[in-house]
């Protein structure tokens, strides 16, 4: 979908940013359905996409792990292109500000975005592997947002309030998604 550039320091992620897809640079869509549609998809795809890169080694790399955070990045560019639909300011604050993270901070424009601040890789870690982290991590706040977004879709006006209710929801859900963009690239996760 897109091209992100994610930031490593020694051991922290120190910001990311990249350009929205070509044709739909300087748009901002007013139907949220594609977008969440295209975050869906990629949700659905990307454990499928995992059990077959994987295969009988149970291990990420090479060209597999390419093609894996090609796809984590293409889910997040989704997620980001979803809150930018909903949130009527230029940012959006992930507010996961611990010893460990941030603050961290989306903004976004007409042809792209940026994540600025610092999450600690020490944070990111996580002790299961890829399918359990799925299940338990990026699972719940995607079912979560659903619940949140058909609630409130189902007069399809929704109000700035209940923007910000699925704001929450879409935030943490880019939070696992560029948690488990560090953990592959850092080779932290397999099967």
Same mark, same amino acid.
């Given at each position: 979908?897109?091209?992100?550039?994610?930031?490593?320091?020694?051991?922290?992620?120190?910001?990311? =940013?990249?350009? =929205?897809?070509?044709?739909?640079?300087?748009?901002?869509?007013? #139907?949220?359905?594609?977008?969440?549609?295209? /975050? /869906?998809? @990629?949700? $659905? &795809?990307?454990?499928?996409?995992?059990?077959?890169?994987?295969?009988?080694?149970?291990?990420? *790399?090479?060209?597999?792990?390419?093609?894996?955070?090609?796809?984590?990045?293409?889910? $997040?560019?989704?997620? !980001? /292109?979803?809150?930018?639909?909903?949130?009527?300011?230029?940012?959006?604050?992930?507010?996961?500000?611990?010893? &460990?993270?941030?603050?961290?901070?989306?903004?976004?424009?007409?042809?792209?975005?940026?994540?600025? @601040?610092?999450?600690?890789?020490?944070?990111?870690?996580?002790? @299961? @592997?890829?399918?359990?982290?799925?299940?338990?991590?990026?699972?719940?706040?995607?079912?979560?947002?659903?619940?949140?977004?058909?609630?409130? $879709?189902? #007069?399809? &006006? !929704?109000?700035?309030?209940?923007?910000?209710?699925?704001?929450?929801?879409?935030?943490?859900?880019?939070?696992?998604?560029?948690?488990? =963009?560090?953990?592959?690239?850092?080779?932290? *996760?397999?099967?």
């Amino acid at each position: 979908m897109g091209s992100s550039r994610y930031n490593f320091g020694k051991n922290s992620i120190e910001g990311a =940013y990249g350009r =929205y897809p070509k044709g739909l640079e300087g748009q901002t869509p007013t #139907d949220p359905r594609p977008a969440i549609q295209a /975050m /869906m998809d @990629g949700y $659905a &795809q990307l454990l499928s996409l995992h059990r077959r890169v994987v295969g009988n080694d149970g291990r990420i *790399i090479g060209t597999e792990r390419s093609r894996l955070l090609d796809a984590i990045d293409s889910l $997040a560019l989704s997620v !980001i /292109m979803t809150l930018r639909k909903f949130s009527l300011a230029d940012s959006v604050d992930l507010a996961y500000e611990t010893d &460990q993270a941030g603050p961290l901070v989306l903004d976004f424009d007409k042809d792209d975005w940026a994540l600025r @601040g610092r999450l600690f890789l020490g944070f990111c870690r996580f002790s @299961g @592997g890829f399918s359990e982290y799925y299940r338990e991590k990026l699972s719940p706040p995607f079912r979560d947002f659903l619940e949140e977004y058909k609630t409130h $879709a189902l #007069d399809n &006006q !929704i109000s700035e309030l209940e923007a910000a209710a699925i704001i929450l929801r879409l935030r943490d859900i880019l939070f696992y998604v560029i948690k488990l =963009y560090a953990l592959v690239y850092h080779l932290e *996760i397999n099967e």
